[in-house]
């Protein structure tokens, strides 16, 4: 009688528990139903996408739309390499070279940061893709003051920035057009350009730092210098190529493409007068500069390279002829005899001695003590000229006032001006970063140095600099 019970209520609670689970689904299908229908109103009464309003191909949710290429696009490529000038140089030799050749031109980014040096084109290739900051966005992040790990040492020793800070490549792309690469792997061509590596890109390889000169005009009697390249490269073997790529190795050097045809040589002054630094916070700096020396074409400009590499040796006689060149445009008389002396110690009476000594000449007693006037002064004489004529020098020398390479200029000219007579124009510079967290003041402010002189009525350059 009690088993029979216990059966009894167990099937009791059973059949109560079937019931349950049905009702439960019944009411989710209800339920479904509802949400559903009311889905449908609610699409029915929002408005089409945007893409299918205006014809455009529509992306899936959560998916990123595949670039878009005209199959039969070409290209010219090029690999970039050591510093700024250099690399704006190549730039402007790879946009005549694409323009000869009806071709788009892939521009990489500009590098800021200690130079790459050139290499062949395949050593030089895995230098520039082993040079990235992918994986290393945390290294921005690292408070200043706090230790570096490993990956992150050279961090802020570098940064790239594409070409349009610092030109209208805009108004470039009008003329000739031209694709960002920021990444220089053939696998980035593939993606965003439907390139296929092994049958589509056709390489020029350079086995040496001037391997080749490119020659426009195919009846040239332009002489090959032979002292710096090996080669004669003419138009037509490269306009032969069929490939969709065309990618060079280097093409820096003045010069290395030529523009002998009217066509070439025009479109090639167009360049130039086209790629004149414009990035706005070194235009307002060397404007305010500029204003400071008496306006525009108030001064002379000297440009003088001193500190690194084959400049070092050259200077002295590079300062001479540009001395030189000075007295010509200002009519002064040098000093008489003059030799390079250190300058003297306020109150020093072996100053006070010479300066005695040489009374009969106004300009001999600057000779250790040169007269210095500040910028409001020099304006003040500008109308007398001579010696008073107001010069700006962009140099790469440390404190040039106190370089003994520089004494003679400011012991004839007083109202000579260089960068440090301006550092509180740099203040924003100094404060400029760019995306990855990277200051950018060591590469702009040298800039300024070269704009400020530009602006001169005269300008005297280094010989052989890239910066002149």
């Known amino acids: 009688m009690l088993h029979s019970k216990k059966l009894i209520i167990s099937f009791v609670i059973a059949a109560n528990l079937i ?7 019944v009411d989710s299908l209800s339920s479904s139903h509802n949400r559903n229908s009311s889905h449908q109103n609610q699409q029915q009464q929002r408005p089409p996408p945007y893409e299918q309003q205006h014809g455009l191909p529509q992306v899936g949710k959560g998916l990123v739309p595949r670039p878009t290429f005209d199959p039969n696009e070409r290209y010219l490529a090029y690999l970039p390499h050591s510093g700024f000038h250099n690399q704006r140089i190549t730039l402007e030799n790879a946009l005549l070279l694409a323009s000869y050749l009806n071709r788009t031109l892939l521009v990489p980014p500009v590098f800021l940061g200690p130079a790459t040096e050139w290499r062949p084109f395949d050593i030089l290739l895995r230098r520039l893709l082993l040079q990235t900051k992918r994986g290393l966005d945390h290294c921005g992040r690292i408070d200043k003051g706090d230790p570096l790990p490993a990956e992150c040492l050279n961090y802020y020793s570098w940064t790239t920035v594409e070409w349009d800070f610092f030109y209208d490549m805009e108004k470039i792309n009008k003329v000739q057009p031209w694709k960002y690469r920021p990444d220089h792997s053939f696998a980035w061509m593939e993606a965003h350009l439907g390139i296929d590596r092994h049958k589509d890109v056709h390489i020029v390889y350079d086995q040496a730092h001037y391997d080749y000169q490119i020659y426009d005009n195919p009846k040239s009697t332009y002489p090959l210098n032979l002292k710096r390249y090996l080669r004669k490269l003419e138009l037509k073997e490269l306009s032969d190529r069929t490939e969709r790529v065309l990618h060079m190795g280097s093409l ?3 010069g290395r493409v030529l ?5 070439h040589k025009a479109f090639q002054q167009y360049l130039r007068r086209s790629m004149i630094l414009s990035t706005p916070i070194l235009t307002k700096t060397s404007n305010a500069i500029v204003d400071k020396l008496g306006g525009l074409g108030s001064f002379v400009g000297l440009h003088l390279r001193v500190g690194d590499g084959m400049f070092v040796q050259p200077a002295p006689e590079n300062i001479e002829n540009m001395f030189k060149s000075l007295v010509n445009i200002t009519g ?4 008489p005899n003059y030799q390079t002396l250190p300058a003297s110690i306020p109150g020093d009476s072996a100053a006070a001695g010479d300066n005695n000594n040489n009374n009969n000449n106004n300009n001999n007693r600057n000779r250790f003590g ?3 006037l500040d910028d409001t002064q020099c304006r ?13 020098i962009a140099t790469d020398g440390v404190y040039p006032r106190r370089n003994i390479l520089f004494r003679k200029l400011f012991d ?3 109202c000579i001006f260089t960068l440090d007579d301006f550092s509180d124009h740099l203040a924003e510079l100094k404060d400029m970063k760019n995306y990855d967290g990277v200051g950018l003041s060591k590469d702009l402010i040298p800039m ?15 010989p052989k600099s890239t910066f002149s």
């Open 19 to 25: 019931v349950a689970l049905v009702y439960l689904y």
């Open 252 to 254: 820096f050097a003045t």
């Open 259 to 263: 523009a002998e045809l009217p066509e």
């Open 332 to 335: 002064i008389d040098p000093i």
């Open 370 to 372: 040169p007269e210095r």
């Open 380 to 392: 003040a004489r500008k109308s007398e000229g001579g010696r008073y004529t107001t010069i700006y």
């Open 412 to 414: 004839h000219f007083p």
């Open 448 to 462: 300024v140095d070269a704009v400020v002189s530009a602006k001169g009525s005269h300008f005297f350059g280094t």
